[in-house]
Every structure is written in C-alpha cells, then in structure tokens.
C-alpha cells in the first residue's frame, strides 16, 4: 500500500510501559464496484483523545495505518509493506498550503503572459498538476427508515443518505451508550474529525482538498446521529451497491502506549 504523503507521523521511540482502558473496533469493508470484490479489514483503536486504525486489503494482503495523536495534534501514516512512516502536524499543513498557494498564484501570473492561443492548452497542462477548487463535501439529508437490525450483537435503526432524488447509501447506527467506552470513542473520532476539518481549512485557501473528505463525511453523520454505523452503505447513482462496511466486533481492551506510534524499526521518512 502506498503511504499519501499528506497524511503522517513523528514519533520518539520513547515508549511508557503504561497501559489504559480503550475501545478495539473490528470492521469489514468490501468494495463491490470493482471486479472481483476488494475485500479489505479495519481495525480502530482509540484510548483518550488518540485513534489508530490499521487497515488490509484481503485480496492483495497490503496493509497500512494511520495514528492520530490528540494531545500532540499530529497525524502518523504508517506503510507496513516499506516497513516507513510519515508525519504531519498543524504547522506542516500550514506550511505545505502556503507553498501550494504560491505555486497557484506563479501559475496564474505566467499564465497571464501567454498569448491567447497557448493559454487554454498551458492551462490545462498546469490544472493537472495542482489542487481542483472544492467547495466542501456534502453530507446530503440523512433520515430515519423506521428499518432495525442488529449487527455483530448490537442493535440497530437504519437511516438513509440521500442528495436531492437518490440515495446514496445507509447506516445501521448504535447509540454510543451501548458501545465498550463509547463515549470515549466518540469523542476521539471527533478530536479526528476536527483535524481533517483543519486540513480541508488549510488547503481551500490554496485551491481545495478533498483527500479526507470520505473519513470527515463519516465522522460528522456519527455525530450528527450519536452514535456508530455498524453497518453502511454506498450506492452509485444507479442504485447499485458499491462499498459495505461492516462490524464485526468490539471490545475493551488494556491499551499500552506503544499503540500510538510506529513500530521502532520503521524509518521515518520526511515530506517531499
């Protein structure tokens, strides 16, 4: 899997033997829009206001993770297969977004000096290489079907996503009172949430992000809904399924510290 090297890691290596109360998520996504299936598994760890998720592809056995840090405002991607990992903070998106900006505003001025005729095939050559302006993601209205379930042992009510006329997926949603350390959970995944929304901040100045748009969707429908989708769904505008995401289990857990930074033989490898 190859890390995106927007998303990253610092790390110490000064590991406490300390260990905490935590939540341990396990999770099935299968992408059915590409042929065959992808099947990939997720695993969310949280303990205070830190996540990490390590995420398999079944099908091609590559793996990843990502560790966001709550008290130290940074985010660790971690490629198990190059046995590397990267880090961002606050101040390197910051950074990076200013350099973006910059670049997009060279672009613009050179772009302005070139006859007409070279202009638009220029532009379209440049435009390739950089960030395309977004205007934010859409959550589209989410409603309740009045349909229940109950997934992996947990109860659950159904909600639809849809934008305008179609429907582009559901949940099965559990409220975080019936989850191990629910509340914790979720206020980690909305320290996560936060941060995203940070980086989405950042990049719109210089002409848009939608990298993390997928993970801040999902973040603000369980808050919206107080609680966790333990079963989701999205469809194309066809009406066919193309990705479930499933739980299949969840527990508390004594968490070390160790969990939240890369393994210590991982290089850290530093942002081009």
Known sequence: MKSNKVIAVFSSFLFSSAAFAGSVLQITTTEHALDP???????????????????TSVSSNESGGMIYHGSRKEIIAIDHGKQEYFVITQEQIELMAGQVEEAMKQMEAALAEMPPEQRDFAKKMMESQM???????????????????TVAGYDCEYYEVMN?????????????????????????????????????EAFSRAGGLDLMDSQQKMIAYMQELNGYPVRSRDYNAAGDLVKETLLTGASNEEIGAEMFEPPPSYKKMELQ
């Open 37 to 55: 299936p992808v099947l990939g598994t997720v695993e969310i760890t949280t303990e205070d206001n830190s996540t990490r998720l390590e995420i």
């Open 164 to 200: 305008g006329d179609i429907r582009t997926g559901d949940f099965c949603v559990t409220s975080w009172d019936d989850f191990p350390e629910g509340q914790e959970v979720a206020g980690a995944m909305q320290e996560l949430g936060n941060f995203f929304a940070s980086m989405r």
């Open 131 to 149: 960030p395309v302006k977004q205007s934010g993601f859409s959550k589209g209205t989410v409603s309740k079907t009045g349909e229940t379930d």
